[in-house]
């Protein structure tokens, strides 16, 4: 059974900061998915990381894969309040679904 | 207009009761997926299908049963809705070509 984990679930962070989450995943997958949800509306895409060592950046946001050690990372810089939402990571191994972690809720602050 | 849509996006029920939660695209995907979401358990998946004759369990289909009238159209029954049916329900498409899925705007579902 294929399980995924994130950490932290929770962070509250400063903005200006750096900071990253971790999602690690329990069977070998290629096909790694980062999403963002505010509350109440639905899961907006972030990054698609197709193979090992795949590195996306999208503004502050920056996603990396290592299928080795079945690590993925969402690393943020020079946090701003716009970014305040909850991060999910998730896990697709044969398109027959995702697996998500259960999300990092993220609060930036002044 | 979204690419995803998902009718109704509210709906307030008894338990015992019969519904359906519906599903189209516009974005010419041959598989669609439901998941339901639960505070702070993440998103799971109820039921997936490759295409029109192709459905297939997700990890918690129990409760629930689907129908995939056309490429575009997938529906999601509640044969008989119970409270922790209680959630807020996704639907999504697969693009084979970028390997990337898409989120209709969720149904927030409420059994009494």
């Known amino acids: 059974e294929l399980k995924v984990e994130q950490n932290p679930l929770f962070l509250s962070m400063q903005e200006g900061k750096n900071y990253t989450i971790y999602c690690n995943y329990s069977?070998?997958?290629?096909?790694l998915y980062w999403y963002r949800q505010d509350p109440g509306k639905s899961l907006e895409s972030l990054f698609v990381?197709?193979?090992?060592?795949a590195v996306k950046q999208e503004g502050r946001l920056m996603a990396s894969l290592d299928t080795k050690a079945r690590l993925s990372t969402l690393h943020i810089t020079a946090a701003v309040h716009d970014l305040s939402a909850t991060y999910f990571c998730a896990v697709d191994m044969y398109a027959d679904g995702l697996t998500f972690g259960k999300g990092t809720h993220l609060i930036i602050q002044p | 207009d979204a690419d995803v849509t998902q009718t109704p996006r509210n709906r307030i029920t008894k338990t015992g009761k019969r519904i359906m939660l519906e599903c189209s695209q516009t974005k010419g995907h041959d598989r669609m997926y439901w998941y339901r979401q639960d505070p702070g358990l993440g998103l799971r998946l109820i039921y997936y299908s490759f295409d029109v004759k192709d459905i297939n369990k997700g990890e918690i289909s129990d409760g629930y049963s689907v129908s995939r009238q056309a490429q575009a159209k997938f529906s999601l029954s509640l044969e008989s809705a119970i409270p922790n049916q209680t959630a807020l329900y996704f639907c999504?498409?697969?693009?084979?070509?970028?390997?990337?899925?898409?989120f209709g705007p969720g149904t927030r579902l409420t059994v009494l």
């Open positions: 990381l197709l193979s090992n060592g």
């Open positions: 999504a498409t697969h693009a084979v070509d970028t390997n990337e899925q898409f």
């Open positions: 069977t070998t997958s290629d096909r």
